[in-house]
């Protein structure tokens, strides 16, 4: 069992950035597929980012390729998203979520594969 808590998500003014935490309990974090993704009012949910277990291999949606970075600590349990460049559409509660499978790229944006997933994190990108 998984479980996974956000932190760092708050109102910022467009152009700004942020850096959102994930903090993970339990073992095997290391052999875990983490993601970003994020929902927002009246919308479904997206896929923001992923990064395989190792994180040597990372992807991105498109629309967050370039101003995002998706990273993790296995030493500390931690993924992390550093949000540059925020655009008011960027205004979504962002969720950390964990998958238990080895890292296929293809994969990586099914938010129906991630296994756990954290409570979510409001980041509100005033313009």
């Known amino acids: 069992q998984v479980q996974l808590v956000e932190s760092g998500g708050g109102l910022v003014q467009a152009g700004g950035s942020l850096r959102l935490s994930c903090a993970a309990s339990g073992r095997g974090f290391s052999t875990y597929v983490m993601g970003w993704f994020r929902q927002a009012p009246g919308k479904e949910r997206e896929f923001v980012a992923a990064?395989?277990?190792?994180?040597?291999?990372?992807d991105y949606a498109d629309s967050v390729n370039g101003r995002f970075t998706i990273s993790r600590d296995n030493a500390k349990n931690t993924v992390y998203l550093q949000m540059n460049s925020l655009k008011p559409d960027d205004t979504a509660v962002y969720y950390c979520a964990a998958a238990q499978w080895s890292w296929v790229r293809s994969y990586a944006a099914r938010g129906s594969l991630y296994d756990y997933w954290g409570q979510g994190t409001q980041v509100t990108v005033s313009s």
């Open positions: 990064i395989r277990g190792s994180g040597g291999s990372a």
